[in-house]
């Protein structure tokens, strides 16, 4: 199924909205909040990867993670939050979705952070 040319500018207005609205602090207090989840560890490398100042993204990637986390965030949901057990339902799907569209950039976090965990002491001692 693809999308039309109208569908895809609500899609695209949509995530620039969710882009401009991404909050940090408040990703960090959802994500506090929230650890005990299933996807907290797919929303958790989501969330260090786009505040990791060490670590660029392409704007492209960049923009799916934070239009994802943002909609995650924010309580205006397809399905509201509040109904225990489906509110979270969207949620989960837009996540899962936002990983399976970074895969590779997911990849290469995971690569970044082990050689800073090797290197970074080495650089540091010297």
């Known amino acids: 199924m693809s999308l039309t040319t109208e569908e895809q500018g609500k899609a695209i207005t949509l995530s620039k909205k969710l882009v401009d609205e991404f909050d ?14 299933e996807w907290y560890e797919a929303f958790s490398v ?7 100042l060490d670590f660029s993204m392409s704007a492209g990637s960049w923009a799916i993670v934070a239009g994802a986390l943002a909609f995650v965030v924010y309580p205006v949901d397809i399905i509201p939050d509040f109904i225990p057990f489906i509110g979270w339902l969207d949620d989960v799907f837009i996540i899962n979705w936002a990983v399976s569209k970074v895969t590779v950039e997911i990849a290469h976090y995971r690569k970044f952070c082990l050689n800073r965990q090797i290197y970074q002491p080495m650089l540091l001692a010297s």
């Open 46 to 52: 989501l969330f260090n990867m786009i505040t990791d």
């Open 24 to 37: 940090v602090e408040r990703s960090a207090n959802f994500s506090y909040w929230h650890k005990d989840k």
